[in-house]
């Protein structure tokens, strides 16, 4: 392994693992802040209960978030100083903000946590409410850097040199708001997903039903209702993309000529040696009207993009499609769940329903990662779209590979301490919270 694919294999990893944390994140506190105000007004005890084991799980992955995320802004320095010596001061808005908003959520966090039977009950849920709002804004800060990394704007790029910066343009770039909807309602629907799969496993099981049915009912809404909405936010991702980086959308199609009456290609497998893509299903026109409202308007191939500037094909089609095929099964699987809840009632306790959510659990995550290697590996050869190479970026210190096997034997040993943590946490949870 050369220092190159050692240090973009160090980055995906970092970012494989760094984007589950921050995703539950941004949604779990929602939740918590939910099922409290649902205490509040009912006083329920099982919603109160519901709010305190939540809140244990809050602060498990806020502690892990902060690590990997405090671990990949080194790693922005340490792999790639060619690229924060340039982009640093252009975009670095976006990532002090984000530390505002951490240090908000944190203090919030210690408030709800600590705060039963001490403070005001409207303002301990308050706090709560700002834990979930912090971690959004958390969030959509971050993909805002990233977003500019896609559609580079703020500065003046001349002989060179980074001239007339002004990092407020280069926040709010054209591709922040697409990326930052996309992955905001990306994050709903996995997590939600599963949460609601975990507590129907449990129903499943029939241990703590009370317990588990209220908790199953508000992830589900939200994974549910962000799973159905998520196609809305993709179409407006790819028409971004096709207007800012046309290779990258060109490879998500395994699309190789450019042509009238563009086909959508469905499944597949791209050779590039031929430029064709073999066993996949074309619908013509297609994806002339995604991209333009149009089935006759020409789309760009890969056949106008130089060779040296295209990206891997295979790797951004099959993760394209990854993404697509399984957030297409959970917006069937939330329609659904909203059948069921107005016509079908009956369906909530059956088994096989139950049995949809166990086995949907892991798939808003893995269609997660699939989407965030279109967005990465799509971008290449570029670290910044049209003015900054991967390649010129990575630090000419040798030795990477090693800093690759300690990060990877770091990220793996943190989600077993997670992954051990939350298990005795839900073993915990027919135990009743009384504070």
Same mark, same amino acid.
Not at 161 to 171: F, G, S, T, V
Not at 272 to 296: C, Q, R
């Given at each position: ?51 305190? =084991?939540?809140?244990?799980?809050? &602060?498990? @992955?806020? #502690? *892990? %978030? ?113 990326? =930052?909807?996309?992955?905001?309602? &990306?994050? @709903?629907? #996995? *997590? %939600? ?98 991209v333009h409202d149009n089935f006759k308007t020409t789309v760009n191939g890969l056949d106008k993009i130089p060779v ?128």
């Amino acid at each position: 392994m050369d220092d190159f694919i050692a240090a973009r294999s160090q980055m995906a990893l970092s970012l494989g693992f760094h984007i589950i944390y921050s995703c539950i994140g941004m949604v779990m506190p929602v939740f918590m802040a939910i099922s409290h105000y649902k205490w509040i007004k009912t006083k329920n005890q099982v919603y109160k209960n519901v709010t305190i =084991a939540w809140s244990k799980g809050v &602060a498990i @992955f806020f #502690a *892990t %978030g902060a690590v990997s995320g405090t671990m990949l802004s080194f790693e922005l320095g340490l792999l790639w100083p060619g690229f924060m010596k340039h982009a640093g001061p252009i975009f670095g808005m976006p990532f002090s903000l984000e530390g505002t908003a951490f240090f908000i959520e944190a203090i919030a966090l210690g408030f709800f946590l600590y705060g039963w039977n001490k403070l005001n009950t409207w303002f301990h849920w308050f706090t709560g409410v700002v834990v979930g709002l912090s971690g959004i804004a958390s969030g959509i800060l971050v993909v805002s850097a990233n977003s500019w990394m896609n559609s580079p704007s703020g500065f003046d790029y001349v002989n060179g040199k980074y001239l007339n910066i002004n990092p407020l343009k280069a926040m709010l770039n054209e591709a922040w708001f697409s990326e =930052a909807l996309h992955m905001t309602i &990306a994050a @709903f629907s #996995a *997590t %939600g997903f599963a949460v609601a799969g975990i507590h129907a496993l449990m129903i499943y099981r029939k241990q703590n039903v009370a317990f588990h049915t209220k908790s199953f009912k508000i992830a589900i809404l939200f994974g549910a209702a962000a799973a159905i909405l998520q196609p809305l936010s993709g179409d407006i991702s790819a028409k971004g993309a096709a207007k800012r980086q046309p290779a990258k959308l060109a490879a998500m199609e395994a699309y190789f000529h450019t042509q009238e009456y563009a086909p959508l290609v469905i499944g597949g497998i791209p050779d590039t040696a031929a430029k064709k893509v073999n066993y996949g299903l074309e619908i013509p026109g297609l994806l002339s009207f995604l991209v333009h409202d149009n089935f006759k308007t020409t789309v760009n191939g890969l056949d106008k993009i130089p060779v040296k500037d295209q990206p891997p094909v295979a790797v951004t089609h099959y993760a394209f499609q990854i993404m697509v095929g399984i957030g297409t099964m959970m917006m069937f699987i939330g329609i659904l769940y909203f059948i069921a809840l107005w016509k079908k009632k009956e369906w909530l306790t059956k088994a096989w329903f139950l049995k949809l959510f166990i086995i949907a659990t892991p798939t808003g995550f893995i269609a997660l990662e699939a989407g965030w290697t279109v967005t990465e590996v799509g971008r290449q050869p570029w670290i910044i779209q049209g003015i900054m190479r991967t390649s010129d970026a990575v630090t000419k210190m040798p030795g990477i590979q090693y800093t690759f096997y300690l990060f990877t034997f770091i990220y793996f040993t943190l989600s077993v301490f997670v992954i051990f943590l939350l298990k005795r946490q839900i073993q915990m949870v027919p135990e009743l919270y009384d504070r």
